[in-house]
């Protein structure tokens, strides 16, 4: 069954008729031709599809289109467009830092720590958080937990905790 919908992706209204059966990283991707969210394992294994949908994080692969009718849905690729010539905080970061090798997970992960950091923010704990009355305090073992479901496997975990520390604010 086809059904008409309407994404806003990275600030642009796109209408699209997708299959109910079609991921929104399918339409994304095959349909609206946006390939900024990448697909790794498509089983919500990898993080290589995430997108901010709604201003949250969110896995695209396991996410029906015809659910999100609506949805504002920011890439990667909008993150720099939203800050005109200048790149994110987080993407400028990544690079500063060697955040990546093949680049393949990198929106994913990109778009997972502006979440994540906003999450914090708003003071959600995560496993690691010990004392779930304080504020969170983003240690180098909250990021890693926080960025768990985001998979590298080029490796550069290394780069990418130091990217997402500095752009907390935290130097050490
Ligand atoms: Fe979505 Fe791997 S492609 S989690
Ligand atoms: Fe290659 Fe992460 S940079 S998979």
Known sequence: MDVPITLRVDGRDCDVTVDTRTTLL?????RLGVTSPKKGCDHGQCGSCTVLLDGRRHLTCLALAV???GADITTASGLAEADQDALHP?????LDHDGYQCGYCTPGQVCSAVG????????HPSQATADLEA???????EI???MSGNLCRCGAYVGILDAIRET???TS
Do not use: C, H
């Open 116 to 123: 994540m950091l906003e999450e914090v923010k708003e003071g």
């Open 168 to 170: 907390s604010g935290r």
């Open 67 to 69: 659910a999100y009718d």
């Open 90 to 94: 987080v993407q400028q970061a990544f």
């Open 26 to 30: 399918d339409a994304l991707r095959e």
């Open 135 to 141: 504020e969170p305090e983003l240690t180098d073992d």
């Open 144 to 146: 890693r937990e926080r």
